[in-house]
């Protein structure tokens, strides 16, 4: 089996070549994506909800993320693993050059990060250290609190261009993956046009490069209500298996998510 990296992913993008990416923490699972064809995974702070029951990611720290990377990273020797710097775990630089090293220790190939212009003297420092770092703007979980709430974010006019403004800075100051989270598929479409690096999208819509799902749920086991882009891969699926084939084919169809499931 090949190694996914960087250069895999900006062939992908280049190519046109949609890939679907999704949310792991454990080794049986990571083994199972990995087997199934899945090339990216990211050990999100999610992880505070879906697997420590927290109301939010805010409790997750790094040590939890090291744990889990590590799991992961057995379970998937070859696929492309991000892992998530928790909330006030990369403020300062120091800081966030420290906890840096643990996770790409622990097997994460980058590290995601949450928040626009005020990260770019973090993100330089950490380029100029090799590391890949991944951006996250839109719906930024650790900033629930500031934004009053799991909201889509960009669809006034200025919060748009706020958002374009971010993508592009961030990009500027040396990240070479982009996640936006809960934006109109329109903005995140001119995004992804519009950036050199690849950009993968969570709620939305169906034209980034990516796509990334919470592995509950896009397997159905997330109790209550769920976002409007979660589309439950499992229903009409005979295993765990089958549904993650269809997510992949659906995503690489660009099937997934038509406007049902987007904003
Ligand atoms: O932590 C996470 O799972 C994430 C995804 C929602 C992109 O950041």
């Not at 951006?135 to 974010?153: A, D, E, M, R």
């Not at 950036?195 to 209550?224: C, F, H, R, W, Y």
Request: glycine share 8%; net charge positive.
């Amino acid at each position: 089996m090949e190694y996914v990296t960087i250069s895999t992913l900006n062939n992908w993008k280049q190519k046109k070549n949609k890939f679907a990416a999704v949310t792991a923490y454990d080794f049986s699972f990571a083994r199972l994506f990995s087997n199934q064809g899945i090339p990216v995974m990211l050990i999100g702070d999610s992880l505070g909800m879906t697997i420590q029951g927290h109301s939010s990611t805010l409790p997750v720290k790094i040590k939890d993320i090291e744990y889990h990377t590590r799991a992961v990273r057995k379970g998937a020797p070859h696929s492309f693993l991000l892992s998530d710097l928790p909330f006030m775990s990369y403020c300062e630089t120091k800081q966030a050059l420290k906890n840096t090293a643990k996770i790409i220790q622990s097997g994460a190939n980058m590290i995601k990060i949450e928040g626009g212009k005020w990260l770019k003297k973090i993100i330089k420092e950490l380029c100029d250290r090799s590391i890949l770092v991944c951006g996250h703007i839109g719906l930024t979980p650790q900033s629930f609190n500031y934004l009053s709430g799991y909201k889509v974010q960009g669809k006034e006019k200025k919060d748009e261009n706020r958002l374009i403004d971010e993508a592009f800075l961030l990009e500027e100051a040396g990240i070479k993956m982009l996640v936006v989270e809960c934006i109109p598929s329109i903005l995140a479409q001119k995004i992804t046009n519009n950036l050199s690096i690849p950009v993968i999208g969570i709620g939305a819509g169906k034209n980034t490069d990516g796509q990334i799902l919470v592995m509950q749920d896009l397997l159905g086991i997330t109790e209550g209500k769920t976002p409007k882009f979660v589309k439950n891969f499992l229903t009409g699926s005979s295993s765990i298996q089958e549904a993650i084939k269809k997510y992949i084919n659906e995503v690489k169809e660009g099937v997934y998510p038509n406007p049902k499931y987007s904003f």
